[in-house]
Structure formats: structure tokens, C-alpha cells
């Protein structure tokens, strides 16, 4: 099996990019999150939020109508579009040019979701961080994986990427079964878990940070926010992949002595994203 290349201080330092002195919004970026469902618009909003607190410079959601009023609420410096429908995302039409799109979280799989997905992915040419409902929906349409452009960034959980890939009986089949998966589509997969490893074609990554505290509902929905950030600020993929997993882990790791493992939420990730900067920086 390929040894991995681990995620560690000296690997972010060779890849992190401090903001220019006279940057600004307009040029930090514009990250795009879609998803959410009736009783599901926290997984846009956690996403979104970490977008932001990772570094973008405008962040907007496109998210069903009944998450309107909360988005607004919940992060006022973020911009909402509406699908035309109350509960499910039916038709993702947006006059914005974002650098980066992340989508999936909280988004549901009802039919017409799945159709404007797919829709979606036909006309899409922004580089893409596809997570949750919309891996599960690329699962059970397989072809339309053709359509998602080369290194798009899926984050997979172990269940999800099941669904993608089929499945394993051993740590290494997992592993040369999505070495396959990556080369065949030209994506790179984020294999979350304990630790999380970066499949890009034949190179593997492994992570070093993060712990159990983790393991809590939302968590992925804020790494999902943090790497879309991390592309709309023209990060390669790779480095977006790379950088989002490695500080979403350090806010764990700075957190512990004061949660515990238990406490933690993923609103305390998107808390520690500052601290986990400064910590890479020093
Ligand atoms: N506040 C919110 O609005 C939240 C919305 N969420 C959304 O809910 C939808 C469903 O996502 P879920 O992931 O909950 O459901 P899924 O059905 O995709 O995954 C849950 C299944 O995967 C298994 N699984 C998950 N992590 C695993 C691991 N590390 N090892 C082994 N098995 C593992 C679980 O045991 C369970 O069987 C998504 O759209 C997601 O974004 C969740 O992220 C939770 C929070
Ligand atoms: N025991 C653990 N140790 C380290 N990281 C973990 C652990 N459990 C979960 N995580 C991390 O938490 C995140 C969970 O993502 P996911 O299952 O998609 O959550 P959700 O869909 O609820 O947002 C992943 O980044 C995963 O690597
Ligand atoms: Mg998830």
C-alpha cells in the first residue's frame, strides 16, 4: 500500500497563503454553499458560517424558502438566494459568480432535488466541494459523475462513501478501491474519519489533527463551509482539501481542555477557526 504523506505542521506551512496587507472583499473571494431541506437549513447555516470565519470574503447561500428568515437571523453577513420552492431545493438558478460552490449539506434527496442536481452539474463549470445529500444523490446516478469537473473535492463519511465506491473488507481495499474512484473521475476524496485521509489519484494523506470531540452532528457540515472557503480564495484544490481538513481538526485539538469530549459542538469549531489560524501561523 502507498505510504501516506501526513498532514502535519511543516506540510500547511508550505502550503498556507497569508491575506495580502491591501486585500479585500471583492478579491478574497465569493464562496457559494447549496443545500438545505425543511428541518435541515442548521447544516447550511453551520456551513456557511465556517465559510465565512475560514477567510472568504462574501459568502452566499442558496437554500429553500423556509430557510430565508433563519439564514438571515442566524448570520447576518451572509447573502441568501431562494429556490422557488418552501421546503426542497427544485431549481439552483444563481446570477452570482462565486469562485468555489459547496454543495450538499442538509439538501435532502427528493426527486426534484435530484433533478436539479443534475441539472446543475450539466451547466456547472466553478470549481466544487460536494458533500452529503449530494453524494448520496451522485450514488445512486453514477453516470452523472461524468459531469462533475476534474478535481472537484468530494468529503465522503465512511457511510457515504460506501454508497460511492462499494463495499470493503479491509483498510487497504478501501484505500485502492478510492485510489481507482479518484483516478477514474479526476476527484479528490476526503475520507472522513479517525484519522481522515486525502485520496488525490495515487497520492494518500493522512491527517494529525483532530480527535473524538468530533463526533458530534454538524462537524462536517463546517469542513465542508471551511474547504469551499478555502478554494473561493484560489487555494489549489489539493491545498484546499489539505489546509481544511488539518485546521478543522486543530479546533478540536485547542478546544479539548475546555469542553471535554462531550460538550463540543460543531458551533465550537466554527469558534476555534481563529485560534486554529494563529496556531499555523506562529
Ligand atoms: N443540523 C443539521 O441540519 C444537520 C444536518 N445534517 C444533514 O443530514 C443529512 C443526512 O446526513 P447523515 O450523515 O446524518 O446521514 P447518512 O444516512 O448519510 O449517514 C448516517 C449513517 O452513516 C453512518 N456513519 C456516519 N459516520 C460514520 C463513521 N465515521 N463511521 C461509520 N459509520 C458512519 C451512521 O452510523 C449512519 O448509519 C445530510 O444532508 C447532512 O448534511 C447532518 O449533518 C447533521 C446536522
Ligand atoms: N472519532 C473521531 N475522531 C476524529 N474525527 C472525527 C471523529 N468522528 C468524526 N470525526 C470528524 O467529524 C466529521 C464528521 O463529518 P460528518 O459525518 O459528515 O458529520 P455531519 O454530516 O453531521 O456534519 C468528519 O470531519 C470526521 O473526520
Ligand atoms: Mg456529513
Redesign the pocket.
Known amino acids: 500500500m502507498t505510504n501516506p504523506i501526513y498532514i502535519n505542521q511543516k506540510e500547511i506551512q508550505k502550503r498556507y497563503k497569508q491575506p495580502g496587507k491591501h486585500t479585500h472583499k471583492g478579491i478574497q473571494g465569493h464562496a457559494l454553499i447549496i443545500g438545505g431541506s425543511y428541518g435541515k437549513i442548521g447544516a447550511v447555516s453551520l456551513s456557511a458560517k465556517a465559510c465565512l470565519k475560514t477567510g472568504c470574503g462574501l459568502v452566499t447561500v442558496f437554500i429553500p424558502k423556509c430557510g430565508y428568515t433563519i439564514l438571515q437571523t442566524a448570520i447576518p453577513e451572509v447573502m441568501v438566494l431562494t429556490d422557488i420552492q418552501e421546503e426542497k431545493i427544485s431549481n439552483i438558478t444563481f446570477e452570482i459568480a462565486p469562485q468555489a460552490i459547496g454543495i450538499g449539506p442538509g439538501l435532502g434527496q427528493k426527486i426534484e432535488t435530484q433533478k436539479a442536481l443534475h441539472q446543475f452539474l450539466k451547466t456547472n463549470k466553478t470549481s466544487l466541494v460536494i458533500d452529503?445529500d449530494a453524494l448520496n444523490i451522485l450514488s445512486q446516478n453514477k453516470e452523472w459523475l461524468s459531469l462533475v469537473p476534474p478535481k472537484t473535492i468530494l468529503t465522503p463519511?465512511p457511510k457515504e462513501l460506501e454508497r460511492l465506491i462499494g463495499k470493503w473488507y479491509s483498510e487497504e481495499e478501501k484505500i485502492n478501491n478510492t485510489i481507482s474512484f479518484s483516478k477514474q473521475h479526476q476527484v479528490i476524496i476526503v475520507m472522513?474519519?479517525?484519522p481522515?485521509q486525502i485520496i488525490d489519484g495515487e497520492t494518500v494523506y493522512e491527517n494529525t489533527t483532530?480527535?473524538?470531540a468530533?463526533?458530534t452532528?454538524?462537524?462536517?457540515?463546517v469542513?465542508t463551509g471551511m474547504i469551499t472557503s478555502l478554494l473561493a480564495q484560489s487555494y489549489e484544490p489539493i491545498s484546499a482539501a489539505i489546509l481544511g481538513v488539518y485546521l478543522?481538526?486543530l479546533t478540536a485539538d485547542i478546544a479539548l481542555p475546555e469542553t471535554g469530549y462531550q460538550s463540543f459542538i460543531?458551533s465550537d469549531v466554527i469558534a476555534n477557526i481563529g485560534k486554529a489560524f494563529l496556531s499555523i501561523t506562529v
Open positions: 452529503a463519511h472522513k474519519g479517525a481522515t483532530g480527535n473524538a468530533l463526533a452532528a454538524g462537524s462536517g457540515d469542513l478543522h481538526g460543531a
